[in-house]
């Protein structure tokens, strides 16, 4: 139970601390928050519980009279990932292998042929 207390402590303290600032640059450039800090401030902002009834590309910050874009948002979480290095590449399945025609049951390759020549007469 005291884990769960925690945790809603340290979302108001982020939610808190992310009214502190007014656009992502200020949040990027603060000598004072760890990444992850910078992270869970920008995360929250570009929750859709700042959203702008009417406008979705839109947030309304905490404490702030303007309202920042979404992608303004978005740019400076990028600029975050951009110090993890490049994404892992996915490893995708192989396509499997074509197949042969497959026949009906009982009909033989000839009539295969002769179906095909018909058709295309």
Do not use: Y
């Not at 108001?12 to 450039?29: D, I, K, Y």
């Not at 406008?55 to 992608?71: A, E, H």
């Not at 290095?85 to 074509?98: C, H, I, V, Y």
Request: proline letters at 7%; charged letters at 20%; one cysteine or more.
């Amino acid at each position: 139970m005291t884990t769960t207390a925690m945790s809603m402590n340290e979302i108001h303290a982020n939610s808190l601390l992310a009214s502190t600032f007014t656009h992502p640059r200020e949040v990027l450039a603060s000598p004072f928050l760890d990444m992850i800090q910078k992270r869970c401030i920008l995360a929250t902002w570009a929750s859709d519980a700042f959203a702008v009834e009417g406008k979705p590309w839109l947030r309304q910050i905490p404490g702030s009279s303007q309202q920042i874009r979404i992608g303004d948002i978005l740019a400076a979480l990028r600029t975050l990932d951009g110090d993890d290095g490049p994404p892992a590449q996915s490893q995708r399945m192989p396509l499997p292998k074509r197949m042969g025609r497959t026949h009906a049951v009982g009909q033989t390759a000839c009539e295969m042929k002769r179906l095909r020549a018909d058709i295309h007469l």
